[in-house]
């Protein structure tokens, strides 16, 4: 008898544990593409140059993820979620080789009616906002992310925060908000904030962000702040370092039916100071896109960027103006909800005194031109 009413007991302790355990999630991408680079020089520069590669993530970063919750009951959940980073097209482990960018995200929170609290390495409000701003935002075709003068408004690595705790509001008819504070310290740089060396004990940079919108129907307008103070960095003799940079931003889009427009305008202040000189630079970007679906399965993307910056150089010390723009035209046929095609056409254009990047494999110079073509595939699991 005493027998059967300890094995009871085991089963009933037993199933308490089955009902309590986190329901988990495996889930991934793996984006494969082919491209076609080149970069053309302006006159008296070193030769063009032109070449062709294989890659990962063309249309999204390939990656690897755990994610899952547990009822706690009373409406509350306990959630949590590892996603890591891929180069399917090498010989790499998940986040071997993205410097600073192995772990996409790692957080812990808590959620219920009231919303979300989340703690670890974090998708900030920075990056949702950015991904809201252009059909392909944060892929390779995406015009706005290949020009220079963001830090922490990016739908990519840079908006990726370490050290982070945030709070999502729930969704009040469409709108909803978010508060994000983060410190970025010397060696866990992994947000892409520029944060140079420095020889004060004391190198913590912390950045805050306030992001939120509506998103309703056709309709969707979002807008974010942020502030990256890096005051407590000393400069070595004669070197600039980023003190602070405060970035705001603004996107909408409108669903059509036959069409879906997308626009964004974002500003960046950045001061930039030496041990004996401080000096300001205020860079902006805007954009405008739209996607047209074709047929059942496709769509076609065309977006156009513009970026000005008043200071160019090492550090944008140089009191220099300097323009870029970009070129997107795209398209995407899914075959099934996981699999996706894709090929586009990405260019961009610097003038005298612009490098901005353009997804390529060569260095690009100032007043230079940049273009790339990629095609690949997409798939989820």
């Not at 407590?232 to 603004?250: R, Y």
């Not at 970009?326 to 099934?336: E, G, K, V």
Request: glycine letters at 12%.
């Amino acid at each position: 008898m005493q027998k059967k009413l300890i094995a009871l007991a085991v089963a009933g302790l037993a199933s308490t544990g089955v009902l309590a355990q986190t329901n988990v999630t495996v889930y991934g991408i793996l984006d494969a593409y082919y491209s076609y680079n080149s970069v053309d020089k302006p006159a008296g520069g070193i030769q063009d140059d032109s070449g062709h590669s294989i890659g990962s993530g063309g249309l999204s970063g390939s990656r690897l993820g755990f994610k899952g919750s547990e009822d706690l009951g009373g409406g509350l959940k306990a959630n949590f979620v590892l996603e890591y980073a891929v180069e399917n097209d090498i010989n790499s482990v998940a986040g071997k080789d993205f410097v600073g960018n192995a772990t996409r995200q790692a957080a812990i929170g808590l959620s219920g009616s009231w919303g979300s609290v989340n703690v670890g390495r974090l998708q900030s409000a920075a990056y949702d906002w950015d991904c809201t701003t252009a059909p392909l935002a944060g892929s390779g075709l995406d015009a706005k992310s290949k020009l220079a003068g963001h830090t922490l408004l990016s739908c990519g690595g840079a908006g990726r925060v370490n050290n982070a705790v945030a709070y999502n509001s729930p969704n009040f008819s469409g709108f909803t908000f978010a508060v994000n504070h983060a410190r970025v310290t010397e060696n866990q740089n992994g947000n892409g904030a520029v944060i140079a060396a420095g020889t004060s004990p004391d190198n913590d940079a912390y950045a805050n962000m306030i992001g939120g919108g509506y998103n309703n129907g056709p309709l969707a307008i979002n807008a974010v702040w942020t502030k990256l103070d890096n005051s407590n960095k000393s400069t070595l003799a004669g070197t600039f370092v980023t003190e602070e940079v405060t970035e705001w931003g603004i996107s909408g889009s409108y669903n059509f039916g036959m069409l879906k427009l997308f626009a964004a305008y974002q500003d960046a202040d950045q001061d930039v100071q030496s041990s004996t000189t401080k000096r300001n630079s205020d860079n902006s970007k805007w954009t405008i896109g739209v996607g047209v679906p074709v047929g059942a399965n496709g769509s076609v993307s065309v977006q156009y960027a513009d970026a000005s910056r008043d200071r160019c150089g090492a550090s944008n010390v140089s009191n220099v103006q300097c323009d870029a723009d970009a070129w997107t035209i795209a398209y995407t046929h899914n075959l099934s909800k996981r699999t996706t095609l894709y090929a586009g056409w990405i260019d961009v254009s610097n003038d005298n005194n612009s490098t901005n990047a353009a997804n390529s494999q060569f260095a690009n110079v100032a007043g230079g031109d940049a273009s790339t073509f990629i095609m690949g595939a997409r798939h989820s699991f």
